[in-house]
């Protein structure tokens, strides 16, 4: 044992450590808690500091003054496109994770094919996607080529997911259920599908919000009417405002609550099913 250790104090080693990882989480949060504060200016005050007194003007001013642009319309389509996208997830990484429990010809190059999209740049692919939807003839928009673009994005996470779920899934449940009669459809509706929820919850999680912040996708498949992270992009370039900062800090609420809501209902899964077993 070390003489350090023997005294009861701490090596060095420990204080150096301890202050880079404070630096790093100052550097890393820092500007955001900066942001988040500056929303909440009086009239008076500007994008930097010092504040001039504390208000939810900005908020207000976010959506009420045209001037700002759509906030409203963006944040509502930006909220469907990302519902649109957690659905499609889950339900096509669920059937994918249901498919790949057996092995067939030509399974590995089907599993690099839907992975590949996360090596290649989302920008070429959402350029890529838009120059498809032109040679068809196709008009782009947020709910047609951005929704396939954005699940280049979040099908790869959601079906990894699902394999790393799937492969602590003991089949003996799906046989005991067969055994007793069950049809393959009750079997995986009223077995399989509970045992996963707490996997499919996080897939849904990975999905809305990679969807609900997703901008190189997204950039050139919306088409004329912008999402949320497009109209904040197109904000930077003529408010001169902390309206700004208050979006940022309402995109930001919006985002924790998705992951709290999803959390929770992560949690109450696993407590209803200890107390279950409790009882039985």
């Given at each position: 044992m ?14 150096v450590?301890a202050?880079l990882?404070?630096a ?6 820092g500007?955001?808690?900066?942001i988040?504060l500056l ?8 994008l ?8 939810l003007?900005w908020?207000?001013?976010?959506f009420?003054?045209v001037r700002?642009?759509d906030v ?7 909220m469907?496109?990302?519902v ?6 889950v ?10 429990r057996r ?15 996360l090596?290649a740049?989302g920008?070429?692919?959402g ?7 032109q040679f068809?003839?196709l008009p ?12 280049t ?13 799937m492969s602590r899934?003991d ?17 995986t509706?009223?077995v ?5 929820l ?12 990679l969807s609900y912040?997703e ?15 497009l ?5 930077t370039l003529n408010?001169?405002?902390p ?10 609420l ?14 109450l ?5 200890a107390?279950?077993?409790?009882e039985?």
């Open positions: 070390s003489t350090s250790s023997g005294s009861g104090r701490r090596p060095w080693t420990f204080y450590l202050t990882f404070g790093y989480v100052l550097a890393l949060y500007p955001m808690f900066c988040y929303s909440f200016q009086d009239l008076r005050g500007g930097v500091f010092p504040m001039k007194g504390f208000s003007h908020f207000e001013d976010l009420t003054q700002t642009g409203k319309g963006s944040f509502w389509r930006s469907q496109l990302a649109l996208v957690t659905l499609l997830t339900v096509l990484s669920f059937f994918a994770g249901l498919g790949f092995r067939f010809p030509g399974d590995g190059v089907v599993f690099y094919v839907m992975i590949a999209s090596v740049p920008l070429v692919l350029i890529g996607i838009g120059l498809l939807f068809l003839g782009a928009g947020w709910s047609t080529s951005a929704l396939g673009a954005q699940l994005l979040t099908l790869p996470f959601g079906i990894l997911v699902m394999f790393a779920v899934f089949r003996a449940w799906e046989e005991a259920a067969r055994d007793l009669g069950a049809t393959p459809i009750q079997t509706w009223l399989v599908v509970p045992i996963l707490p996997g499919l919850v996080a897939v849904a999680l990975f999905g809305f919000t912040d901008f190189p996708r997204t950039l050139q498949t919306a088409g004329s009417l912008n999402t949320l992270p109209e904040i992009w197109s904000m408010v001169t405002s309206s700004l900062y208050a979006l940022g800090t309402v995109t930001t919006v985002s924790f609550l998705a992951i709290g809501l999803s959390l929770g209902s992560i949690a899964i696993q407590r209803r099913r107390k279950r077993a409790m039985a």
